[in-house]
């Protein structure tokens, strides 16, 4: 691995136009746990697995089992969690010019919250809730300690979380800065992503380059595409570069 390290910080030291395409994994050394790891949200009491219970569908039809679920497992771990190591090199590359921008699966704003500016959440942000009926906004922490369902102080309505739940669409405007940046970029470092969840995943084709990098513990489908893989923790990776 001590090689491949190597490779990544000549290429990081020599380009200043990186693109950093993340997921679950990054915020994983941060506490919050992920969906298909070991110790990941697959693995918990609840009868169906995260990606039935974070749907359009339950948050409509079974709304408790889905903020019983939302607030434990997703919201609650990320107001006490802080920053990794990986979060914090993206900040720093960043700020010396080096990367253009984050784009991110997580709905946990760790990236901002270490410094990073130019981030872009294809998922939304758990910190972002508003009311579905007068569009009020509420913040993480009144949906936490809501009673069950949060709901609206003014008009009752349901306080959902500016979250893409599954069935629902992403922001095209989002996902087309998303395409320029990556379409754009020199290097391109993949990190922390099962890249199963479409259409997210999906968006590294669009890489034209010849620096694809891949960190993530497991392995993907991608890697036989990556021009660099590197299997491990990737705030222990980031953090020897
Ligand atoms: P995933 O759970 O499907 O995959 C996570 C991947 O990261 C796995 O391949 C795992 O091996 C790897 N990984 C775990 N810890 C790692 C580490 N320390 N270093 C490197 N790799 C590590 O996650 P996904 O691909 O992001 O897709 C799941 C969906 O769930 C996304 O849409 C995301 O929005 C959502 N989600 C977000 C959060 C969050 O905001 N932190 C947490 C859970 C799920």
Known sequence: MEREIEILR???????NIVFFGGAGVSTE?????????????????KYPPETIVSHTFLTRKTEEFFDFYKEK??????TAMPN?????????EKEGKLKAVIT???????????SSEVLELHGT???NYCINCRREYSAEYVV???MVPRCEICEG???PDVVLYEEGLDMEVVNKAIQYISSADVLIVGGTSLVVYPAAGLIQYYKGNKLVLVNLSETSQDKNADLVIHGKIGEVFSKL
């Open 10 to 16: 000549d290429w990081i030291d020599k380009s200043d």
């Open 145 to 147: 300690n809501s009673k």
């Open 105 to 115: 699966q997580n709905i946990d704003s760790l990236h901002q919250k270490a410094g």
């Open 85 to 93: 190591a990986a979060h914090e090199a993206l900040a720093k590359w």
């Open 158 to 160: 349901l306080v959902r």
């Open 30 to 46: 941060s506490g919050i746990p992920d969906f298909r790891s070991q110790d990941g949200l697959y693995h918990t009491k609840y």
């Open 126 to 128: 758990v910190m972002k």
């Open 74 to 79: 997703m919201v609650a771990p990320v107001l």
